[in-house]
Each structure stands twice: as structure tokens, then as C-alpha cells.
């Protein structure tokens, strides 16, 4: 591996394990930096079937901005958005499909939202159902609420 700060060759120094790759502690053997570099298996190709039809691949960092988008200003750490995110993407990785429908993975971050942050996930069920109208939002607010009643695990709101 070349370093990054002068180009010339380096060497590992420490190698763990980090989830499901490894970590590398390199030094460069020329201008001495060092620097940490991560490997992993590259997945599969996931492509995402609109309901238009359409298919796009998919884009870990899209729907990393739409969870982040809907807990805006709310007591919801960006440790607890990544760890929401890569568990729907293992999820989807470890279906072994090749395609999978864009509502299958709204769905399961509406339910993982559910359980992180109320107004978060309204907020993400709003744009990603596209609610008609303020009664058909409202409705889905009900729902919410009937579920906290009944010992559901939401917070927020």
C-alpha cells in the first residue's frame, strides 16, 4: 500500500479485526507517518426496484440522508442513525438477493425508526407514504399511539 502523504511504500504495523473486515496500523518506511486502513469483502451489487419500476443501485449514503433528515433536532445520536442504517443494509445484504423493492426498505427503517425516535419516524413515514392528505398522517399518528398504549417499545414525541 502507498502512503498517502508522500506516495512511497508502507507497512503494516497492527492488524485487528473490525467488524465484519480487518483494520491495518500502517507506517510509511520513507516519511514515517502513519495512517489506518480498513478492508472488507465488497457485497454483492444491490439493485433497487422503484415502484415506478425503475431500478437504481443501492445507496447506503441516500438512505443514510433521508434517516438523518428525519431525526433532525432530535435527541437521537449519529451513532444510533449509523447503527439503524447498517442494520437494514446487512439486513438487505443477507436476503442473498439481487434486487430488492425500495418498499421493503422503507419499511424497515419505519420499524427501526419506530422504536428509536416518535416524531423521527412520522417524520420518514410522511415522505416515504406519501399521505394523501392531514387525515391520512393523522391516522398513522393514531396508529402510533395505539401501539405505545399496548406496551410498545417508541420513544420521543
Known sequence: MNCPYCGKKSK???TRTAGEGVRR???CRACGQRFTTYESVAPMRLMVVKADGRREEFDRDKLLAGVVKAC???PVSIEAIE????????K???RGEREVESRLIGAMVME???QLDDVAYVRFASVYRRFADVESLAQEIEKLLERKK???KSKGG
Open 25 to 27: 496500523r500502517r507506517e
Open 112 to 114: 427501526q425508526l419506530r
Open 72 to 74: 433532525a433536532k432530535r
Open 12 to 14: 503494516v504495523v497492527d
Open 150 to 152: 399496548r406496551g410498545g
Open 92 to 94: 438487505l445484504y443477507s
Open 83 to 90: 447503527d439503524l442504517v447498517s442494520g437494514v443494509e446487512g
